[in-house]
T-cell receptor, first 116, second 112 residues
Framework: GAVVSQHPSRVICKSGTSVKIECRSLDFQATTMFWYRQFPKQSLMLMATSNEGSKATYEQGVEKDKFLINHASLTLSTLTVTSAHPEDSSFYIC????????????FGQGTRLTVV | KQEVTQIPAALSVPEGENLVLNCSFTDSAIYNLQWFRQDPGKGLTSLLLIQSSQREQTSGRLNASLDKSSGRSTLYIAASQPGDSATYLCAVPKSSGDKLTFGTGTRLAVRP
């Protein structure tokens, strides 16, 4: 199947700093990528839909100024958690589908963010 | 609003058993249904994808069925192994390229 690479896999940052997470589709192009968040022992909740060349679409309750999304190319989307706080500690996962066709969603390895 | 529920929430079985995981969704207007596996602290691995027009899909010891009209899907795992221990998630999009709505997950433990 197609490969989605997410980096870093783990990050620890101090409260008040910003963290950038990258999501890359390695062998396909993705016009749209999705960013999910997962709390311990819970399922994935969609945060936002990242659209190449345009603004991201955020789900209700997700602060767009806190979770900055940039999708500057067909293979890369980034999520920046700005002014991180301990409550932002979570597992963040990105997903992408092949723009050329195919309905299967492929996921990155996830990023474990810990804010201290 | 689509809601996806999985039963049971947790399951512990001895090695070798056949087992069934259940997934139900409230809105039958789905494009497809996908089953994933998630190991602790890891991302998701796609197991099976069933198009809305299909009834089932098989891959090795896994078989997934879909009854769209009743809003149900099952994942059948044959001859379970300790390596099957993980959380299993089902997810549905409303249309092609749409976001996925995930189920609550089933945590499976297969005892040697």
């Amino acid at each position: 199947g197609a490969v989605v690479s997410q980096h870093p896999s783990r990050v620890i940052c101090k409260s008040g700093t910003s963290v950038k997470i990258e999501c890359r589709s390695l062998d396909f192009q993705a016009t749209t990528m999705f960013w999910y968040r997962q709390f311990p022992k819970q399922s994935l909740m969609l945060m936002a839909t990242s659209n190449e060349g345009s603004k991201a679409t955020y789900e209700q309750g997700v602060e767009k100024d806190k979770f900055l999304i940039n999708h500057a190319s067909l293979t890369l989307s980034t999520l920046t958690v700005t002014s991180a706080h301990p409550e932002d500690s979570s597992f963040y996962i990105c997903s992408a589908r092949d723009t050329a066709g195919g309905t299967e969603a492929f996921f990155g390895q996830g990023t474990r963010l810990t804010v201290v | 609003k689509q809601e996806v529920t999985q039963i049971p929430a947790a399951l512990s079985v001895p090695e070798g058993e056949n087992l069934v995981l259940n997934c139900s969704f409230t809105d039958s207007a789905i494009y497809n249904l996908q089953w994933f596996r998630q190991d602790p602290g890891k991302g998701l691995t796609s197991l099976l994808l069933i198009q809305s027009s299909q009834r089932e899909q098989t891959s090795g010891r896994l078989n997934a069925s879909l009854d769209k009209s009743s809003g149900r899907s099952t994942l059948y795992i044959a001859a379970s192994q300790p390596g099957d221990s993980a959380t299993y998630l089902c997810a549905v999009p409303k249309s092609s390229g749409d976001k996925l709505t995930f189920g609550t997950g089933t945590r499976l433990a297969v005892r040697p």
